[in-house]
């Protein structure tokens, strides 16, 4: 009888390398699509997560949970960490931040960093860059430092409470080269773009005159002291700032959902000359191609000038005035007008408007997201489209035109020094007592 043929003996090693290979094969099967890249459900591109961008926020309020999901839509940044001073803001942002994870179908970061001292947040090595969405009193200090940190900046408008504290945001940033993106938006939005390109091109002729209907100047804080809620570290809140009582207008509580009220007062803010001024005195400066510059002169409203007057050396007339738009710009040309405001631009006659802008005329950066295009700039070490000297000239701007509206007489500028002309008193001004933990040079 003959034997069978025995099967050979599959070898024990050989048979767990096939187990290892087909989970191998199963566990790469199933990995994520963010991990692989592809193009997520509302058509950007998946980044692997050793290419995102790792971010820190630092202010946790209203502005800060809106730019959260703004960054957090480019698929294109890890946000690692949060810092705030206000513990019921500091819960609101990360549930904020976890809804809109699983609204953008994004894996969800249950190992945020969450800081009450900034100073924390900024020692981290894995942080690449922050996004300051604090008040204004608030901007240079951390801002300042985050360049010493060595992280790039996005910062919101206006950038500084006082001239002085801009220019040393901008040494700072140049000293350790940062790259630095003002949160003046309205230049990525393609209808300021073409104003600006229409105005630059001389469709509406030479310019005349600007005017830029924004709200009022500041005024001293004077609320009512109320109790400082429980979980905000008041002292932390002011910062560089001088002792002043607390009142909830200047930090409501997480039910109101609503801007709080600092801007108004000059301790915090620059009122609306700065507020809505940071944008629509930035889309006439960018008209005027006057970026690294600014005007010369400034008249304080009197008998010969009804509304605060700005005066450029090309002798254009930019006025703070009321018209028919709220919050925005009426340019007047030789050859026509030109009315913009967010969503909205007309020109006088009709047609400048539809006239087309050809590949050999006069074209300014384009942008067409702001919060990509500060990524972008990181990525390439480029300068963003609103860079910090930009944002600085814009607040000088608003903040010159609220010095004039304190000393309620007319002033002279020079735009390259960054002081006024033989007056001690305007110079005193341009920047402010800050408390020594916090002091920065200016």
Known sequence: MTDKKKKPAVDSSRRNFLKQSASALAGYIIVPRFVLGGVSHNGSKYIPPSDLISLGFIGCGKQGKIL??????????????????????????????KTNQEKNKQPVNNDIGVYNDFREL???????AVVIATPDHWHAAVAVRAAEAGKDI????????TVKEGRAMVNAARKYKRVFQTGSMQRSWPEFRQAVEIIRNGYIGDIKSI????GPPPIVYDLPEQPVPEGLDWNKWLGPNEFKHFNAELAPPVTQDVYPNWRKYKEFGGGQVTDWGAHMFDIAQWALDMDDSGPAEIFAPDAEHPFLTYKYNNGIIMTHEKWEWNNAVLFTGTEGELRIA?????????????KPITDTQKHVYKSENHY???????RKRTKPICDVEIGHRTATVCNIGNIAYQVKRS???????EKFKDDDEANALLGRPMLNEWAIKI
């Open 411 to 417: 002033l002279k500028w020079d735009p390259k020094k």
């Open 122 to 128: 900024l020692a981290r090595k894995d942080i690449d």
């Open 342 to 354: 967010r969503g909205k631009l007309e020109t006088s006659p009709a047609s400048i408007k539809d």
């Open 372 to 378: 990509k295009d500060f990524l972008n700039g990181m």
């Open 68 to 97: 959260s999901n703004y960054f957090l839509t480019t698929n294109e940044i890890r946000l690692a960490a949060i810092s705030e001073v206000y513990k019921d803001k500091t819960e609101l942002m990360l549930k904020t931040i």
């Open 154 to 161: 996005y910062c919101e408008k206006p950038l500084a409470l």
């Open 211 to 214: 005017k830029v209907n924004v």
